[in-house]
């Protein structure tokens, strides 16, 4: 939970984050999990995580990874957690047989969007995210 806040923190949402570590466990490790989660390591210190869980795509008739959240600790930044949490991603992407690996970035975010491109990321610019939450989700249910 530290690292949510943290990230929260980062992209100027703080005040967003209403999840807890009840939550967060049965998300994790309850009976149906919801997502799964990569810690990294350097010198022995936790300094980063990645939360992920699949997808589906109709074009390609089999799931895909998404990834809901990557941070590194400031003071790890530029030290390798990240690359390294992508790349095991990508294995648990390709051994699960998976046809995309995908996520969002912050358009200001330029020192996460090298390392992305670095890696082989292509920006998918011409897609809007959309989204329905809060009283217009449950207008939109019509409750």
Same mark, same amino acid.
């Given at each position: 939970?530290?690292?949510?806040?943290?990230? &929260?923190?980062? $992209?100027?949402?703080?005040?967003?984050? *209403?999840? /807890?570590? *009840?939550?967060?466990? $049965?998300?994790?490790f309850g009976v149906h999990p919801a997502a799964e989660a990569l810690i990294a390591e350097?010198?022995?210190? @936790?300094?980063?995580?990645? @939360?992920?869980?699949? !997808?589906?795509? /109709?074009?390609?008739?089999? +799931?895909?990874?998404?990834? =809901?959240?990557?941070?590194? /600790?400031?003071?790890?930044?530029?030290?390798?957690?990240?690359?390294?949490?992508?790349?095991?991603? &990508?294995?648990?992407? *390709?051994?699960?047989?998976?046809?995309?690996? $995908?996520?969002?970035?912050? =358009?200001? !975010?330029?020192?996460?969007?090298?390392?992305?491109?670095?890696?082989? &990321?292509?920006?998918?610019? $011409?897609? /809007?995210?959309? +989204?329905?939450?809060?009283?217009?989700?449950?207008?939109? &249910?019509?409750?």
């Amino acid at each position: 939970m530290g690292f949510v806040h943290e990230l &929260a923190t980062f $992209e100027k949402e703080p005040e967003s984050v *209403v999840s /807890t570590p *009840v939550l967060m466990h $049965e998300a994790l490790f309850g009976v149906h999990p919801a997502a799964e989660a990569l810690i990294a390591e350097l010198d022995g210190a @936790v300094v980063g995580m990645a @939360v992920f869980y699949h !997808n589906f795509s /109709t074009w390609t008739g089999v +799931r895909g990874i998404w990834l =809901d959240d990557l941070y590194v /600790t400031p003071a790890a930044r530029g030290h390798g957690a990240g690359t390294a949490l992508l790349k095991h991603l &990508a294995a648990i992407a *390709v051994d699960r047989g998976c046809a995309r690996f $995908e996520w969002w970035v912050l =358009d200001w !975010n330029e020192r996460a969007i090298q390392v992305y491109k670095k890696a082989g &990321a292509e920006a998918m610019d $011409e897609w /809007t995210v959309q +989204r329905v939450s809060g009283d217009a989700l449950v207008k939109l &249910a019509g409750r």
